[in-house]
């Protein structure tokens, strides 16, 4: 069974910093771009950064020069450092990645697939 686990969430002062990590486990051949969202409650779920395989990165304006996302393509793993946090950061963080996938019957194939979700709360 593919999965997507995140770790790293928490409760953190204003201005502190919090590490997250995702580790893709399962029959995967290859993990391609992979990211992070985040979901305050009563909005939307909203790209926070996001990384290639390659390792180029994007991020959402809100967080540019605060957070940084990175990847370990050996084990599998993207992680967010996230820095300068604000109360505004507050939200539910989901890792997201487009992994290809050893099928059962043989073969490969790509799906998205979504982590379960880690709260990161921000105090003022």
């Known amino acids: 069974q593919v999965q997507l686990v995140e770790s790293g969430g928490g409760l953190v002062q204003a201005g502190g910093s919090l590490r997250l990590s995702c580790a893709a486990s399962?029959?995967?051949?290859?993990?391609?771009?992979m990211g992070w969202y985040r979901q305050a409650p009563g909005k939307q779920r909203d790209m926070v950064a996001a990384?290639?395989?390659?390792?180029?990165?994007t991020y959402v304006d809100s967080v540019k020069g605060r957070f940084t996302i990175s990847r370990d393509n050996a084990k599998n793993t993207v992680y967010l450092q996230m820095t300068a946090l604000k109360p505004e950061d507050t939200a539910v963080y989901y890792c997201?990645?487009?992994?290809?996938?050893?099928?059962?019957?043989?073969?490969?194939?790509?799906?998205?697939?979504w982590g379960q979700g880690t709260q990161v709360t921000v105090s003022s």
């Open positions: 997201n990645g487009a992994l290809v996938v050893v099928a059962p019957t043989g073969g490969f194939y790509e799906s998205e697939y």
């Open positions: 399962g029959s995967i051949f290859k993990t391609n771009a």
């Open positions: 990384i290639t395989s390659g390792g180029t990165t």
